[in-house]
């Protein structure tokens, strides 16, 4: 059955455009080899050695644009059945703006700007529905048979969305609805503290993957070494109690200064995902993210052995995401970002390179100094401030065809602007009569220029 009861939501336009024609995109495609810098202390020169050739049908993918287009791809590149586990946390009906607040100092004063992260602002009940619905078709089509969904949302469209989830799913098809307890404070006073989220899971059919995930009993429950319900004894089983539908033990990031901090607003917990990510996929299993923030669910896969799919139209959610992999030092993965036909460019700001120069070398390696000598953006708020404020980090492709491949990346240990990045480092290279190479610079704004350079090597 469709639907329990045959209940449904209706609304006018509904079943137009499902499956759309292909957009008028064009695409922007590189491939990441994460190999981190945190500092410059590399005197004898970072060894950089030509990356490796990938399958990129293999390779893990970072999508940047409208997820409706990414989905479409997907299918148009046969990705239909292929997608073991599905978790998204769209936007929630809330009309509101999420900004990401960031601390920088300016002449021994700290101050704070807002950087906007992603609008939840639909124009009505009628078109949050409707994209969510569109999107919702297109992800049963792309799970497995052994596949399942984990639906994020609160308060304001749960009940929206589960009745859409009965109908695309099957109501006989839902498996938990998860509810997700945590902390934190409230300024409210008219009503009791909104402190749960939903989690509404189904799966593709009757055969989804299911791993139960278990908890360390209490002391009392260890003590008696058995447990007691309605007067019947069970036996304690070795792995732990058997976890509930509602989590309590996850809390919310709240720390400003927690490591797993990465200043996005929404980000959800590693904890949480590791544990959807353990309950309902094996190692080797591909899982996807179609509203991926800043990107824990990548990171979790990235951990556990998983293939990724991440999808955000957010370029500071990309850039979170990415910088995250980077420190995690992920495995090699592909960005592609979408870009529509008539999408201006905002203006990009102003990045200057010092002089390559090639310091020293040998029959087979040379050593070659590079860096960056200026940044500066049109959004930063100060005048003559110290620039490296203004930068997140900074890539380098030592074999620039016009395609930037990112081969090193100079980043900070964590998320904090007023910490020291390098601008200049030492890199050895295979010996070469001519370099050809490239750096890429991201800021504090989501903005990134690319500088390419060309220099004579080595005779």
Same mark, same amino acid.
């Given at each position: 059955?469709?639907?329990?009861?045959?209940?449904?939501?209706?609304?006018?336009?509904?079943?137009?455009?499902?499956? +759309?024609?292909?957009?008028?995109? &064009?695409?922007?495609?590189?491939?990441?080899?994460?190999?981190?810098? $945190?500092?410059?202390?590399?005197?004898?020169?970072?060894?950089?050695?030509?990356?490796?050739?990938? +399958?990129?049908?293999?390779? %893990?993918?970072?999508?940047? &644009?409208?997820?409706?287009?990414?989905?479409?791809?997907?299918?148009?590149?046969g990705f239909a059945g292929k997608i073991?586990?599905?978790? !998204?946390?769209?936007?929630?009906?809330?009309?509101?703006?999420? %900004?990401?607040?960031?601390?920088?100092?300016?002449?021994?004063?700290?101050?704070?700007?807002?950087?906007?992260?992603?609008?939840?602002?639909?124009?009505?009940?009628?078109?949050?529905?409707?994209?969510?619905?569109?999107?919702?078709?297109?992800?049963?089509?792309?799970?497995? +048979?052994?596949?399942?969904?984990?639906? =994020?949302?609160?308060?304001?469209?749960?009940?929206?969305?589960?009745?859409?989830?009965?109908?695309?799913?099957?109501?006989?098809? $839902?498996?938990?609805?998860?509810?997700?307890?945590?902390?934190?404070?409230?300024?409210?006073?008219?009503?009791?503290?909104?402190? =749960?989220?939903?989690?509404?899971?189904?799966?593709?059919?009757?055969?989804?993957?299911? %791993?139960?995930?278990?908890?360390?009993?209490?002391?009392?429950?260890?003590?008696?070494?058995?447990?007691?319900?309605?007067?019947?004894?069970?036996?304690? =089983?070795?792995?732990?109690?058997?976890?509930?539908?509602?989590?309590?033990?996850?809390?919310?990031?709240?720390?400003?200064?927690?490591?797993? %901090?990465?200043?996005?607003?929404? @980000?959800?917990?590693?904890?949480?995902?590791?544990?959807?990510? /353990?309950?309902?996929?094996?190692?080797?299993?591909?899982?996807?993210?179609?509203? /991926?923030?800043?990107?824990?669910?990548?990171?979790?896969?990235?951990?556990?052995?998983?293939?990724?799919?991440?999808?955000?139209?957010?370029?500071?959610?990309?850039?979170?995401?990415?910088?995250?992999?980077?420190?995690?030092?992920?495995?090699?993965?592909?960005?592609?970002?979408?870009? +529509?036909?008539?999408?201006?460019?905002?203006?990009? &700001?102003i990045l200057e390179l010092i002089v390559?120069?090639?310091?020293?070398?040998?029959?087979?390696? /040379?050593?070659?100094?590079?860096? !960056?000598?200026?940044?500066?953006?049109?959004? $930063?708020? $100060?005048?003559?401030?110290?620039?490296?404020?203004?930068?997140?980090?900074?890539?380098?492709?030592?074999?620039?065809?016009?395609?930037?491949?990112?081969?090193? @990346?100079?980043?900070?240990?964590?998320?904090?602007?007023?910490?020291?990045?390098?601008?200049?480092?030492?890199?050895?290279?295979?010996?070469?009569?001519?370099?050809?190479?490239?750096?890429?610079?991201?800021?504090?704004?989501?903005?990134?220029?690319?500088?390419?350079?060309?220099?004579?090597?080595?005779?």
């Open positions: 059955m469709e639907s329990l009861s045959g209940v449904r939501l209706v609304w006018e336009g509904k079943e137009n455009e499902l499956i +759309e024609r292909p957009l008028e995109y &064009g695409s922007r495609v590189e491939v990441v080899y994460p190999h981190p810098l $945190f500092q410059s202390n590399n005197l004898f020169g970072e060894r950089l050695d030509n990356p490796p050739q990938l +399958e990129p049908a293999l390779l %893990n993918r970072i999508y940047q &644009g409208d997820n409706l287009a990414v989905l479409n791809l997907l299918l148009q590149q073991d586990l599905i978790y !998204i946390d769209p936007p929630y009906l809330s009309n509101s703006n999420y %900004n990401s607040r960031i601390s920088v100092e300016h002449q021994g004063q700290k101050y704070f700007i807002e950087r906007l992260a992603f609008k939840d602002r639909d124009e009505d009940l009628v078109s949050y529905l409707q994209q969510i619905y569109k999107r919702l078709k297109i992800m049963k089509m792309l799970l497995s +048979e052994q596949g399942s969904i984990f639906v =994020h949302l609160d308060w304001h469209s749960s009940h929206y969305v589960k009745i859409l989830l009965d109908e695309i799913f099957s109501s006989d098809n $839902f498996i938990n609805e998860i509810i997700w307890c945590y902390g934190g404070g409230s300024g409210t006073r008219r009503h009791f503290h909104r402190k =749960h989220d939903q989690i509404l899971w189904y799966g593709k059919g009757k055969d989804y993957t299911f %791993n139960p995930q278990y908890r360390p009993y209490t002391e009392g429950t260890l003590q008696r070494g058995l447990t007691r319900v309605k007067g019947k004894k069970y036996t304690l =089983h070795k792995e732990g109690a058997l976890l509930q539908d509602w989590w309590v033990d996850i809390n919310k990031i709240l720390s400003p200064t927690a490591r797993e %901090n990465l200043k996005f607003p929404t @980000q959800k917990p590693l904890a949480l995902l590791k544990r959807i990510i /353990a309950s309902a996929s094996n190692p080797g299993d591909l899982v996807a993210d179609f509203y /991926a923030g800043s990107g824990t669910t990548a990171e979790a896969c990235e951990e556990m052995n998983r293939s990724w799919i991440s999808c955000d139209c957010s370029k500071l959610a990309i850039q979170s995401s990415r910088y995250r992999l980077l420190r995690k030092k992920a495995r090699p993965f592909q960005i592609t970002e979408l870009i +529509e036909e008539d999408n201006e460019e905002q203006k990009p &700001g390559p120069e090639v310091c020293s070398y040998d029959e087979k390696q /040379a050593m070659v100094k590079l860096g !960056i000598s200026r940044y500066d953006s049109p959004l $930063f708020p $100060f005048e003559n401030r110290n620039f490296v404020s203004c930068l997140d980090f900074w890539e380098l492709d030592c074999n620039y065809d016009g395609c930037f491949s990112s081969q090193l @990346q100079v980043i900070r240990e964590k998320p904090d602007y007023n910490l020291p990045l390098p601008l200049q480092l030492s890199v050895l290279l295979p010996k070469q009569e001519e370099y050809s190479m490239a750096i890429k610079s991201y800021d504090i704004f989501g903005d990134s220029i690319i500088k390419s350079f060309t220099f004579p090597g080595c005779q």
